[in-house]
């Protein structure tokens, strides 16, 4: 027993309800458990029981041991003055917490549902329900995924909230940043995006009908121009670079920030950047139709883009294979874009207008697109729980960082449910 496990229990009522005493013998009943208080003061607010035929609201401190009272000082605190109960799963000391009355739980909690708990705690396995969560109903599991997604959604976008407003509210901005870190994809996010920082967005823009240009400016800006070039490519990229940089006065990011170690040559910064100043190049408003478009057979098209000619023979400048192949961006990668970037930012700009119906639109499209393919994914589908969709594979990539990986197993649907099950058996 442990504090959080005796707190979940008296949360979810998971003791014996009936024919509760005080120690100084009066039936009690719970009517009301209370709220769950994670800051400072008594473990439960407004709780409501009853005690003989007198009906209280009010606070609840639990404790393991009766004595924890006096370890944790709270004989001092006028915080605990006025408890309607004094919850303990030992009553060690009796009367520490003087006028309060107290209930002992100990013989009141199944000894199965304390087994059920350290099963999930000692679990070896990186899932520490598995083979467990088979018993939970599909539609618990599916709305703790909606509610998963929700709470990826909120973390996320408060960062964007953030970025927004220091680009004063320019939504085609928020779209060139999110856009430049999701063409780094995991590795490369962050050059990515301090890259596209560096560059006002007007500048490429400018320069859209001219894809050298923008190459120019993205390669520049990258760090990745300032060498001795054999080929003709680069030293064009390069002699456009420092016309352009003098004449915007820009500062390029370090060239060390970009990886390449242990990636696909496909997936290299250099083809990334390419593709990414094609995307510039092909869009006109490209913010405009990715707000208003929410099928991902409309959305596709709008991202299917192929590094300049060069590239089909390179992977970085000035090294070139003998088997040409054009590097189109490819189906997987403008999935993850609808799912990283598009989805993400429509959600946001419905909420800020406060249209509910394209909020649920941008949650349509993710539902749309397959579900990803990583390792955490593959993870649950080795223990039975296969998502349907994106939607449901960036809710199983939230339950797993944030709750599995942390044994969070008290805070989940699925893991109340897993320890709730036998209790419900037996009663
Ligand atoms: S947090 Fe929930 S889903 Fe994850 S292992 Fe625990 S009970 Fe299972």
């Not at 709780?47 to 004989?75: C, F, P, R, Y």
Request: net charge neutral.
């Amino acid at each position: 027993m442990n504090e959080a496990l005796f707190q979940f229990i008296w949360q979810y009522s998971l003791y014996r309800v009936t024919g509760l005493h005080t120690v100084e013998g009066e039936p009690l009943t719970v009517i009301h458990s209370g709220r769950l208080n994670k800051d400072a003061g008594p473990d439960f607010l407004e709780a409501k029981i009853k005690i003989g035929t007198t009906t209280l609201v009010g606070n609840v401190e639990m404790h393991i041991k009766s004595s924890d009272w006096l370890k944790h000082g709270h004989q001092n605190d006028p915080a605990y003055k006025n408890l309607i109960l004094h919850v303990v799963y030992e009553n060690d000391v009796p009367d520490v917490a003087k006028n309060t009355p107290v209930l002992v739980l100990k013989d009141s909690i199944p000894a199965h549902l304390i087994s059920k708990y350290a099963v999930l705690m000692h679990a070896p396995q990186k899932l520490p329900c598995a083979g467990q969560h088979s018993g939970v109903k599909e539609i618990t599991k599916e709305a703790w995924l909606s509610r998963m997604l929700a709470e990826r959604w909120e973390q996320k976008l408060a960062d964007w909230n953030v970025m927004l407003e220091n680009s004063t509210e320019d939504w085609r901005n928020l779209l060139y940043w999110r856009m430049a870190a999701n063409f780094g994809f995991k590795t490369n996010a962050t050059p990515f995006l301090l890259l596209a920082q560096s560059l006002p967005l007007n500048l490429p823009v400018k320069q859209r009908e001219n894809l050298t240009q923008i190459e120019a400016l993205l390669f520049g800006q990258a760090g990745m121009l300032d060498e001795d070039f054999e080929d003709d490519y680069p030293r064009e990229l390069q002699k456009e670079y420092d016309y352009l940089k003098k004449k915007y006065n820009l500062r390029p990011i370090p060239k060390h920030l970009w990886k390449f170690l242990r990636m696909r040559p496909a997936n290299f910064p250099t083809i990334r950047i390419a593709q990414f100043a094609a995307l510039i190049h092909k869009s006109i408003h490209l913010f405009s139709q990715i707000i208003e478009t929410h099928s991902v057979k409309e959305i596709e098209p709008l991202l299917d883009v192929t590094a300049s000619s060069y590239w089909d023979t390179h992977f970085q400048f000035d090294v070139a294979q003998t088997r040409a192949t054009p590097k189109s961006l490819g189906k997987t990668s403008i999935e993850n874009i609808i799912i990283n970037t598009i989805a993400p930012i429509q959600f946001l700009y419905a909420a800020r207008q406060d249209t509910h119906a394209l909020q649920e639109k941008s949650l349509q499209l993710l539902e749309a697109v397959p579900a990803e393919k990583n390792n955490i994914t593959a993870l649950w589908e080795d223990h039975g729980w296969k998502a349907k969709s994106a939607a449901q594979s960036q809710a199983l990539i939230q339950l797993y960082n944030n709750y599995c990986s942390q044994k969070r197993c008290l805070e989940c649907t699925v893991g109340l449910n897993i320890i709730r099950q036998p209790a419900i058996q037996a009663s």
